[in-house]
Structure formats: C-alpha cells, structure tokens
C-alpha cells in the first residue's frame, strides 16, 4: 500500500528529537549574546592578521608583481662608428676581458661640455671572474655610451650580468660588452685561451 506524501511528513512530525523534550533530553541553550559577540570579534581579528601577513609577503616579494629583469642594452649602443668590430679574432686584442654584475652607473656630470672625459658614464661592476687583465672584485670603468635619461631607467641597469671587455679604463661596446650567456662565455673562454695567463 502507498502512503500519500501527507501521511509520510505526519510520522516524520511524530518521531521523537533531543529537543522536543519527547526524548527525554532538553535543547541545548540558546547562545549568549557574549557568545556571538566574541565570534565576530574573533572573525574580524583574524581577518586582521590574514591581511597584515598579506601585505608583509606582498612587501618582502618586492611589491608582487613581476619584476622587470635588468637591463643594460645602452651600453651595448655606439657611439658614431666602432674602431673595431667584435670578432673571435678581434676580441683577444683588448686589453681585459671579465664577467661581472652592473652594482651602480654615475652618468657624466656634464655630457655637452667640451671635456671628452666629462661626457662619459662610469660603470661599476662586481666581477664575477676574470677571463684575462684582472683580479680585482670591482671594477669601475667609463664609456660613451649615454645612459637613460630617467633615473628609474638607469636603475633598471642595477643588476644586469654582462660579459665586458676594453681597454685601460674603457669598456668598448660594438659587440666587445654584451649580456652574459653561456654561448658568449664559451667565445671569451676561447679568447682566454689565446691571451695566455
């Protein structure tokens, strides 16, 4: 026999509950209005800390964002012409050859001025190793190469890891100073190798 859908909801209407006091069990007491209040109070502390310790790694991470790799491609530009072209012959002919980090750029004080030594940007870098020319942990060096003009594009420099080689106290660009890359190092490792100790 079928049971109609009225019938089915009174016997669920009339099976006992540990509330209806049917049971034998009385219901359990109403919270207090402490009792919510610390629950808001406690949900909004930890709202709190899950923000500081948000805004902290988004601090720590250097803002969260992606970063911008460092860039140093200016000092790669020329100058007018190049008295000399890089070449796995011509590189062997400088004066030094070294693997380093840009660590701080001092554009010229003074790049219209009739002083060819006051219209260069000094370079500084911490080498990472001498290929030849070298032993020293820094090295600083001048260039015509024009730096960017902002301040925040010249910082974008900071950083950039390059393969440099010059003389005395110039590094030459024209393919002489380029990003560092395994293929490049392996060309001034040749060139090394030619130079002698």
Same mark, same amino acid.
């Given at each position: 026999?079928? @049971? ?18 049917? +049971? ?10 402490? &009792? ?5 109070? =406690?949900?909004? !502390?930890?709202? *709190? %800390? +899950?923000?500081?310790?948000?805004? $902290? ?10 970063? /911008? ?5 200016? =000092? ?11 070449? +796995?012959? &011509? ?10 980090? $840009? +660590? !701080?750029?001092?554009?010229? *004080?003074?790049?219209?001025? @009739?002083? #060819?030594?006051? *219209?260069?940007? &000094? %370079?500084?870098?911490? %080498? ?10 820094? *090295?600083?060096?001048?260039?015509? /190469? &024009? ?5 925040? !594009? ?16 110039? =590094? ?5 100073? @380029? #990003?560092?890359?395994?293929?490049? !190092? ?8 030619? %130079?002698?100790?």
């Amino acid at each position: 026999m079928r @049971k109609s859908l009225e019938d089915r909801f009174h016997e669920v209407d009339s099976l006992p509950t540990p509330w209806d006091g049917s +049971a034998g069990l009385e219901a359990p007491p109403a919270p207090s209005s402490w &009792t919510r209040v610390r629950g808001v109070v =406690l949900a909004a !502390a930890s709202l *709190a %800390v +899950a923000g500081l310790l948000a805004v $902290v790694a988004i601090e720590a991470g250097g803002g969260g964002g992606p970063t /911008a790799a460092p860039d140093a491609s200016w =000092l790669m530009t020329t100058q007018g012409s190049c008295v000399e072209r890089y070449s +796995a012959e &011509t590189l062997p002919t400088r004066g030094y050859a070294f693997e380093g980090v $840009v +660590a !701080a750029v001092d554009p010229p *004080a003074n790049p219209e001025g @009739k002083d #060819p030594g006051g *219209a260069t940007t &000094t %370079v500084d870098f911490d %080498v990472r190793r001498w290929f030849w020319g070298g032993t020293e942990d820094r *090295a600083s060096l001048r260039t015509y /190469a &024009t730096p960017p003009v902002s301040t925040e !594009a010249l910082d974008t420099s900071i950083g950039a890891h390059l393969l440099v080689s010059g003389d005395e106290d110039f =590094l030459w660009s024209c393919g002489f100073t @380029k #990003p560092f890359s395994e293929g490049a !190092a392996g060309e001034f490792e040749a060139a090394a190798g030619e %130079v002698g100790p």
